[in-house]
């Protein structure tokens, strides 16, 4: 039996899901490694290209689906507060 973890989606409020609890680690702390403290941030594509040499191959290989993971986890990270999100064109994530 896979372990799960329930993430939220800050653009969804009280939408939950559950994902691979493993998966979710990893990419949490490769999100967590490349995002700056910096309150000006970091694009999206920004962040998949920094994520890509933190990742583990065994999970991730080649890449494989690290978009959709990284986008899980940074919507997950922003609803608990962990992260936040610039106003800005084109937005930007930062940790707080």
């Known amino acids: ?3 799960k ?3 939220e989606n ?3 409020p009280g939408c939950t899901s559950q994902v691979n609890k493993i998966k979710y680690s990893a990419m949490k702390e490769a ?11 970091i694009t999206q594509k ?3 290209v920094l ?10 290989p080649e890449g494989a689906k690290s978009g959709w993971w ?3 986890v940074q919507l997950d990270l922003e609803a608990k507060g962990v ?10 994530w930062y940790r707080l």
Do not use: C, W, Y
């Open 46 to 48: 920004e962040m998949l």
């Open 83 to 92: 992260t936040k999100r610039n106003n800005s064109k084109p937005l930007t």
């Open 5 to 7: 973890v329930v993430v």
């Open 70 to 72: 990284m986008k899980t």
């Open 10 to 12: 800050i653009n969804v």
């Open 51 to 60: 994520i890509q040499p933190h990742l583990l191959q065994d999970l991730f």
């Open 31 to 41: 999100l967590l490694a490349v995002l700056p403290i910096d309150i000006s941030g």
């Open 1 to 3: 039996m896979i372990d």
